[in-house]
């Protein structure tokens, strides 16, 4: 099983840009699906990106689309988030979580999917 660890959260003007990294422990991270998702206060937690094991798959949530980019690196077990033309709304604690997958192309969207969380890190967008 591997443990995410999120970073590269802060505080930042809309129309900015925030690059989060997932580190993974653990082995065998090629071996797991990843995923971003976000919670703002009072609200669920909902899926933002999600990668496929070896990175060709990726999903966007619509709220994001064409701002975001998810990519990994396997041989680092690092997962990154690039957002870009950030807005207040944006504003949420993000998490970063892995699903063991055994189809290569498959791209885990539901939160049920996931088996591992990080703790989060917060990214506050000021207007």
């Known amino acids: 099983q591997v443990h995410p660890v999120e970073s590269g959260g802060g505080l930042v003007q809309a129309g900015g840009s925030l690059r989060l990294s997932c580190a993974a422990s653990g082995r065998s991270f090629s071996n797991y699906a990843m995923g971003w998702f976000r919670q703002a206060p009072g609200k669920e937690r909902d899926i933002v990106a999600a990668i496929s094991r070896s990175g060709r798959n990726t999903f966007y949530a619509d709220s994001m689309k064409g701002r975001i980019t998810i990519s990994r690196d396997n041989a680092k077990s690092t997962v990154y988030l690039q957002m870009n033309s950030l807005r207040p709304e944006d504003t949420a604690v993000y998490y970063c979580?892995?699903?063991?997958?055994?189809?290569?192309?498959?791209?885990?969207?539901?939160?049920?999917?996931?088996?591992?969380w990080g703790q989060g890190t917060q990214v506050t967008v000021s207007s």
């Open positions: 979580a892995a699903d063991r997958s055994y189809i290569d192309n498959y791209l885990a969207t539901r939160r049920v999917e996931y088996d591992s």
